[in-house]
Antibody, heavy 115, light 107 residues
Framework: EVQLVESGGGLVQPGGSLRLSCAAS????????MTWVRQAPGKGLEWVAT????????YYVDSVKGRFTISRDNAKNSLYLKMNSLRAEDTAVYYC????????WGQGTLVTVSS | DIQMTQSPSSLSASVGDRVTITCRAS??????LGWYQQKPGKAPQRLIY???SLQSGVPSRFSGSGSGTEFTLTISSLQPEDFATYYC?????????FGQGTKVEIK
């Protein structure tokens, strides 16, 4: 069974940093592209970033380019999202998802950016 | 960027009704589209992939169709557990883009 478990969310001040983690199990993590998607409170879904199996390709939505970095550790079956220079508009539930086609999702972790 | 225009934004329907939701892409995306269901407080779940293929475990009352720029999700006979918000996602090019969502409510 595919399982994706996010962690690392919390309350952070504007301009601060946070690193999200996603622990994957139930599939061969190193063989799949991985994706982050977010959802602001009461809003729709927004694709954030995607990374290739070997980290050779990474893609980001324009609003996070230069501030967020997606990475992975295939030995640890883990996906990461390092978020710097956080803004109020980054407040959202962040979901880890498998593949560029987004077939399976984690349960999400809430990031709140507020003073 | 490819824009995904989803309609309607909300609808009210009764149990047993046939429901249709549409996504239009601003340019052709072949069949690179998925449909998702999200219930309050839960993560989305994929219902349809490659525009018309049913995800394993999803009831057959859900179906998808379309190719190019126009896509449809149909629920043939709405059940109580189907009241939720539905989204489309194009994965033809980056940035990936979702439709705005359709909230299906009980009439």
């Amino acid at each position: 069974e595919v399982q994706l478990v996010e962690s690392g969310g919390g309350l952070v001040q504007p301009g601060g940093s946070l690193r999200l983690s996603c622990a994957a199990s139930g599939f061969t993590f190193s063989s799949y592209w991985m994706t982050w998607v977010r959802q602001a409170p009461g809003k729709g879904l927004e694709w954030v970033a995607t990374i290739k199996e070997d980290e050779s390709e990474k893609y980001y939505v324009d609003s996070v380019k230069g501030r967020f970095t997606i990475s992975r550790d295939n030995a640890k079956n883990s996906l990461y999202l390092k978020m710097n220079s956080l803004r109020a508009e980054d407040t959202a539930v962040y979901y880890c998802a498998r593949q560029t086609t987004v077939d399976y999702w984690g349960q999400g972790t809430l990031v709140t950016v507020s003073s | 960027d490819i824009q995904m225009t989803q309609s309607p934004s909300s609808l009210s329907a009764s149990v047993g009704d046939r429901v249709t939701i549409t996504c239009r892409a601003s340019q052709g995306i072949r069949n690179d589209l998925g449909w998702y269901q999200q219930k309050p407080g839960k993560a989305p779940q994929r219902l349809i992939y490659a525009a018309s293929s049913l995800q394993s475990g999803v009831p057959s009352r859900f179906s998808g169709s379309g190719s190019g720029t126009e896509f449809t999700l149909t629920i043939s006979s709405l059940q109580p557990e189907d009241f939720a918000t539905y989204y489309c996602l194009q994965h033809n090019s980056y940035p990936r883009t979702f439709g705005q969502g359709t909230k299906v409510e009980i009439k």
